[in-house]
């Protein structure tokens, strides 16, 4: 099957599982600091333990190369903080505003357009001098038991192959922190309409694992996606030859299409605009700040902390760690300082 | 079960970004007297799932929760 073909229909699963399940990392990374609720980053954890299994697997299995994310210390630092501060600031993550599009959430869409037209500056675009300042990806030759995708001999920085060590060990001991984790973390109480975080966490890792045994390269993401669809829409292309949309843009549409259909099932679409026009101007700086974040990071949070924490990959825990504080640092100054 | 219950104030969250719905029902929340009931109008289901949990920690209590349209609802709290 055209890879482009699956990509949507990846796409579409993972916006019935995002839209059913109400998943936003935002509201997962901020609930824990903020009203102290964890349903939703249990959701999460849970899906990133399901993929850390599925993962390696599959690798060892020989059906994928893992492939982390590069190592650029300076790039997930910065990026995973704007990206963190950006998420408050647009209403949602990457992935959040992708779907709520599809729900009919003009807002999300302003994000959404600013972010991808963000990002795509910064990869390959006006702003790609800013790359220059973060430095060099820092990899290893080590490669474990062959199971990391290698370029030249080098290698992605991950935990297990900074200690030359089986991925599986590594996998094995997170999967276990995180099991104990999610049993012993009492969950905030929440009745809810859609799919509880052991179903939506079960059903969101396993979209992710579906979605790299389809696109071999990488699991799910979203910067990619949206600088896919910006790019080729807007280029000077020659119409001799195919055009270049790819698995990860066509897996955008599909998210969105999929949430659209979700929503019109349970009768949850509907066409929401804000009262106060400030909003929008609100929103569209935090897609500036996300397409920025994420564009110099090499990812947004599906692409670092979905999808990057399962290969224990060191530019996704730098990022996932950088971006906690940029998202509380402006969850205090725009909800809790008075 | 809510209808003859009388607000005494009313927030109309429809519209309105993620979080904004629970900070500004947990604002008003806060400043209300014992006994007092908020009407909150909202229309994201996610802030309509979280805000019963969210409310008990500063005092509050979710009476009904009473779908008023596609993707709407009025939610009453009282202040305990």
């Known amino acids: 099957m055209d890879p482009r073909v699956q990509g949507l229909l990846v796409g579409i699963l993972f916006g019935i599982v995002l839209q059913r399940g109400r998943i936003c990392f935002n509201s997962a990374i901020r609930d824990v600091k903020m009203t102290k609720d964890n349903y939703l980053a249990k959701l999460a954890l849970l899906a990133i333990l399901v993929e850390t299994v599925g993962f390696q697997l599959a690798a060892q299995l020989g059906w994928i190369k893992l492939n982390p994310i590069a190592f650029v210390p300076l790039a997930q630092i910065i990026g995973g903080f704007l990206f963190g501060m950006g998420m408050v600031l647009a209403g949602g993550c990457a992935s959040g505003i992708t779907y709520r599009i599809g729900e009919g959430y003009i807002t999300a869409f302003v994000a959404a357009v600013f972010f991808g037209v963000t990002a795509s500056a910064v990869r390959g675009g006006p702003l790609s001098f800013v790359n220059s300042w973060m430095g060099k990806p820092i990899t290893t030759t080590n490669n474990p038991g062959g199971f990391y995708a290698s370029k030249d001999g080098a290698v992605n920085l991950t935990l297990a192959n900074l200690l030359n060590i089986n991925p599986w060990i590594v996998a094995i001991i997170f999967a276990v922190i995180l099991l104990i984790v999610l049993i012993f973390w009492k969950t905030t109480e929440r009745k809810v309409s859609g799919l509880d975080w052991v179903t939506g966490g079960i059903a969101l890792g396993l979209v992710g694992i579906i979605a790299y045994l389809s696109q071999k390269t990488y699991p799910l993401g979203i910067t990619g996606g949206w600088v896919n669809l910006f790019r080729t829409t807007t280029a000077n292309l020659d119409l001799t030859k195919p055009i270049p949309y790819n698995w990860m843009g066509m897996e955008i549409v599909g998210i969105i299409v999929g949430a659209y259909l979700a929503a019109l099932f349970a009768k949850e679409f ?69 | 079960m809510g209808n003859d219950v009388k607000p005494t104030y009313t927030l109309d969250e429809r519209g309105e970004v993620c979080p904004v719905p629970d900070v500004d029902t947990r604002r008003k929340l806060k400043e209300m007297k014992s006994g007092e009931i908020l009407e909150v109008l909202i229309d994201y289901a996610l802030s309509k799932e979280r805000i019963p949990s969210g409310v008990k920690e500063i005092g509050g209590e979710v009476i009904s929760i009473e779908e008023i349209g596609p993707s709407e609802w009025r939610i009453l709290i009282k202040k305990l």
């Open chain 1, 270 to 338: 509907r066409l929401r605009v804000p009262k106060d026009p400030k909003t929008f101007v609100q929103v569209a700086v935090g897609g500036i700040l996300m397409g920025f974040g994420a564009g110099s990071a090499g990812g947004c949070n599906i692409g670092h902390i979905l999808s990057g924490l399962p290969h224990l990959a060191i530019s996704s825990i730098i990022f996932t760690v950088f971006t906690l504080f940029g998202n509380w640092f402006m969850v205090w100054y725009l909800f809790e300082r008075r």
